[in-house]
Structures are given as structure tokens and as C-alpha cells.
């Protein structure tokens, strides 16, 4: 099995996967998408469940998208996922949505039954559990300040309204986006109360203050020069800290929450869950957390 395939690949698979067993049948499309650690995840997930299929990596450009998801039906796959940049971008490719990815305007799962593609997010679902095993709690009542307006961001935000956060900061680097998504969580029926902060406004600094958890769910502090999206000394030993980002495993971002003395987590742990979730929606039976884990532990 290759590292990665492409949609030239797609568009000859029968010979270029004419060798491989089991059967090439899920896989995550993304650009770039050479790291993804789903493939270990969920093929070491079908090999303990007897699943006779395996799962790949595909690089797939934004242009070749719309291809990519009109020829998978076709070759016998019965799952994907997506990745950046394509969450948002697979909406009108779909022929049903789940209930909660229409809400979040965004899918990270394609189920593929009968030749129709149903897009699910478990990214809302991930977050949220992988607060319960990083913090030992719910979301529910929360104050929570979140960092982003991208596709894990309103997945995060909607998990939030859904469990009943007490407040919930939006702050993004465009701020007209971070309006338009506290504009849209308002449309829905929570007691949560929401917000879209601006970085030289004064209601930054005293929602950091506030907040009991902060989540940074933007892909900057990826690299060693990004300019860190909260001061260092902001952090306060009360709060609890995670970041989407799981490589590297401690950003910038968490080390300065951890010096302050908070408790913090990488999205490792929202990668495994949102991960078990797709799983569950593929298979409709339970993942195998415990060896979904282990792939995980192996590889950090
Ligand atoms: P996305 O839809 O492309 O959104 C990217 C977000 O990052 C936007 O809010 C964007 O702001 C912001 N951003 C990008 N560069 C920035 C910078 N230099 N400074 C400040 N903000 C910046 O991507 P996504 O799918 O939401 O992913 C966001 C992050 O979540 C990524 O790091 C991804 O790896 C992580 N993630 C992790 C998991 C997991 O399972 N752990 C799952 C999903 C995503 P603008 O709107 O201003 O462009």
C-alpha cells in the first residue's frame, strides 16, 4: 500500500490497487495530508473488529475535490473522512446531511450507502470527549474562551450551546468571521450566552480572565515563529488549556498555559475520539478505543 494516493490513482484504481488485501475501503482526503496519523488509528480499529478493509491517505488538491467524492461511490468505499481544506468545502457534494453537521456547516465523515454520501461531524462529539478524559468534566457550565472560526471551531462552539456552557468568547483573526459564527450560534436554542471578542477590544483581556477553559482551535503556533495568540502571563493555574493541534505535541501555546501552572492537553485526544466516532457511524458498532489508543501511543 502506498503512503498516499492521489485522484490519478482514483481514476485508475482498479489496476494501481489491484494487489492490495484487504481491500483499500475508507480513507481521509486532505491537502496536505502526508501526517495524518487516521490511517494507523483506524486500521489497526478494523483489523481488531475482523473488518475486512483498510484505510488510506489521499492527497486531494481543492479543484479535485468535487472528482475525488463523485468517483469514491464508485469504487466500493464505504467511508472517508476530510480534512483541511475541505470540511466546508464537501457541503454541496453531499446527498444527505446529519443534523448536527448542518448545524455546524461543516463535516469531517462521509458515510457512503447505496451510492449516496451522508456527511456527519464527529469533531463536535470528539471535543467534547476528549475534555471529559483530558479534564475529568463536561462542558456543561463552563466559561469557555475559543480561539478560531474554522471548521473545529464551530464544531467546538456548537458542542458547547449543545451541553450548555455558561459563556462562550469567540475571538478569531478575522473578526468578521467570528461575528458571522456568534451571529449563527445565536439562531440557536441554548441558555448559553456568546460573544465575538476583538484582540484590541476590552473584552479580551477580561474574558482570559474569566475563563475557566481556553481552546485554541486555529492552526497558527504550528511553527516556532507564530506569535502566541494568548500573552503568556494571561494564563492563570486555575484554568484548564487545550489546543486542537497535536503536532507538535506541546505548541507554544500549551507551554505557556503549563508554566502558568494550568492544566492542559493536546488534540491528540479529540483526534482519537472524533476518530472512534467515525468509526461508530461507518460500522454502527463500537470502536475499539483502547487499540485505537495504543496505534496512537505508538507512533508518539
Ligand atoms: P480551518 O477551517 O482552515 O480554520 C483555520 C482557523 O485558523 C481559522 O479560524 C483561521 O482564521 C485561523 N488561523 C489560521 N492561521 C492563523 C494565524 N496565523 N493566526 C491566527 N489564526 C489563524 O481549519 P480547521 O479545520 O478549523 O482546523 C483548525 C485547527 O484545528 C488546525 O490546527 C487543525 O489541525 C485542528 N484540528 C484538530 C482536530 C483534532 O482532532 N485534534 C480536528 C480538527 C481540527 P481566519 O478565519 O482569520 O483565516
Known sequence: ?????????????????REISPPIRLGVLGNPVRHSLSPQ?????????????Q?????????????????????????????????????????????????????????????????????????????????????????VLLLGAGGAARAIGMQCMLEKSQKL???????ERA?????????????????????????FYPAIAAANLIVNATSADMHEDDTLLIPPERFTPDQLVYDTIYTPPRTKFLEAAAAAGARSANGLSMLLHQAAASFEIWFDRRAPINVMRAALDCLA
Open 1 to 17: 500500500m502506498k503512503h498516499v494516493y492521489t485522484l490519478a490513482d482514483l481514476r485508475n484504481w482498479g489496476a494501481v490497487t
Open 41 to 53: 488509528m483506524q486500521n489497526a480499529a478494523l483489523r481488531e473488529s475482523g473488518i475486512d478493509a
Open 55 to 143: 484505510y488510506a491517505r489521499f492527497q486531494i488538491s481543492a479543484e479535485e475535490l468535487r472528482e475525488a467524492l463523485r468517483l469514491v461511490p464508485q469504487l466500493n468505499f464505504l467511508g472517508l473522512n476530510l480534512t483541511i481544506p475541505h470540511k466546508i468545502a464537501a457541503l454541496p457534494s453531499m446527498d444527505q446531511l446529519d443534523a448536527t453537521a448542518r448545524c455546524i456547516g461543516a463535516i469531517n465523515t462521509v458515510m457512503i450507502r447505496d451510492g449516496m454520501l451522508v456527511g456527519f461531524n464527529t469533531d463536535a462529539i470528539g471535543f467534547s470527549r476528549a475534555v471529559q478524559m483530558e479534564f475529568e468534566r463536561t462542558l456543561a457550565g463552563l466559561k
Open 169 to 175: 468568547w469567540i475571538w478569531n483573526r478575522s473578526q
Open 179 to 203: 461575528r458571522e459564527f456568534s451571529a449563527k450560534l445565536h439562531e440557536f436554542e441554548s441558555s448559553t450566552h456568546v460573544y465575538a471578542v476583538e484582540r484590541d477590544d476590552a473584552s
